[in-house]
Nanobody, 114 residues
Framework: QVQLVESGGGLVQAGGSLRLSCAAS????????MGWYRQAPGKQRELVAT???????NYADSVKGRFTISRDNAKNTVYLQMNSLKPEDTGVYYC????????WGQGTQVTVSS
């Protein structure tokens, strides 16, 4: 089992920044992929960004150039730095861990006001 605990969500004005963190614990394999997904009201959950244990990042087109994903393997923690936030970035952001099995965090709310 893997447990994921997210933090860092909140309310911010358009153009502002937030940083999300997700700490993983439990049966962590050294090789894995962690990432962030989000779900806006009335919409399906969608990929925001992922990063492999080797540091290779992958981003949704909608966040490229504004969001940066990073990780600290020693702390089993992944971060999402979100800059130039837009109202359409509003949603619940979920941390994700994948290796053989997939685990999800509880989610953290991000609200961007116009």
């Amino acid at each position: 089992q893997v447990q994921l605990v997210e933090s860092g969500g909140g309310l911010v004005q358009a153009g502002g920044s937030l940083r999300l963190s997700c700490a993983a614990s439990g049966n962590i394999f050294s090789i894995n992929v962690m990432g962030w997904y989000r779900q806006a009201p009335g919409k399906q959950r969608e990929l925001v960004a992922t990063i492999s244990s080797g540091g290779n990042g992958n981003y949704a087109d909608s966040v490229k150039g504004r969001f940066t994903i990073s990780r600290d393997n020693a702390k089993n923690t992944v971060y999402l730095q979100m800059n130039s936030l837009k109202p359409e970035d509003t949603g619940v952001y979920y941390c994700n861990y994948h290796w053989v099995q997939t685990y999800w965090g509880q989610g953290t709310q991000v609200t961007v006001s116009s």
